[in-house]
């Protein structure tokens, strides 16, 4: 399975952009981008997903490499409630038509007031 | 849309004690994951159900541990003879599954909050 390579940690000024990178230099063509986020204490929580093409939706933004070996996450306007673990994951078929979800150890965001 | 809920929320055992956790699916979801946690790391994949079948099995789950999905709805975990080595946040998720096939990779996955095991 495709692995993915996050830094540890990262830091962000509230109301500030963050781009959360990461490098998947062994993804294959049709594996999609997911990345989630787990605040303290809760369930992790779908963030945003992408092919090839960079994706927005009300959370986030995700800018994919034109060679689709690295990936960067965009929160716009960093908030508290922002700081969370950041996994970006690529999805691991199995041959039961299902997948898994391999979670890394993810980047832990941390922002500053 | 009442969310995946997660029952009991923290559970304290003896080591050598059986324990059950269970959860609720989004309703109309019927793909259901469970998903082991040790502090510092990310979510481990355990098993994961499609209506009552269970289809995948990680090497994670040793015989002492057993899910179950009897109806195609709520879903149990039941740790028998825990070990402290159990000690962790057992996560279940769920997913409605793509309509199409070729989009399984656009599946998203809505987790509860999780039990956290103590196991003395």
């Known amino acids: 399975d495709a692995k993915t390579t996050q830094p540890n940690s990262m830091e962000s000024n509230e109301e500030e952009p963050v781009h959360l990178p990461c490098n998947h230099s062994?993804?294959?063509?049709?594996?999609?981008i997911h990345w989630y986020r787990q605040l303290p204490s809760q369930g992790p929580e779908y963030v945003i997903h992408?092919?090839?093409s960079n994706v927005n939706n009300r959370m986030a933004s995700l800018a994919i490499a034109e060679d689709r070996k690295s990936s960067t996450l965009i929160l716009h306007r960093a908030t508290l409630r922002d700081a969370a673990v950041y996994y970006c994951?690529?999805?691991?078929?199995?041959?039961?038509?299902?997948?898994?979800?391999?979670f890394g150890k993810g980047t832990k965001l941390s922002v500053i007031p | 849309d009442t969310g995946v809920s997660q029952n009991p929320r923290h559970k304290i055992t003896k080591r050598g004690q059986n324990v059950t956790f269970r959860c609720d699916p989004i309703?109309?979801?019927?793909?259901l994951y469970w998903y082991r946690q040790t502090l510092g790391q990310g979510p481990e994949f355990l098993t994961y159900?499609?209506?009552?079948?269970?289809?995948?099995k990680s090497r994670l789950l040793s015989d002492r541990f057993s899910a179950e999905r009897p109806k195609g709805s709520f879903s149990t975990l039941e740790i028998q003879r825990t070990e402290q080595g159990d000690s962790a946040m057992y996560l279940c998720?769920?997913?409605?599954?793509?309509?199409?096939?070729?989009?399984?990779?656009?599946?998203?996955?809505?987790f509860g909050p999780g039990t956290r095991l103590t196991v003395l």
């Open positions: 992408g092919l090839t």
């Open positions: 309703s109309e979801h019927n793909r």
């Open positions: 998720a769920s997913s409605l599954g793509p309509q199409d096939r070729e989009l399984l990779g656009t599946d998203t996955q809505y």
């Open positions: 994951i690529l999805i691991f078929f199995t041959g039961a038509g299902s997948y898994q979800l391999t």
């Open positions: 159900f499609q209506n009552e079948a269970q289809l995948e």
């Open positions: 062994t993804i294959s063509g049709t594996d999609y």
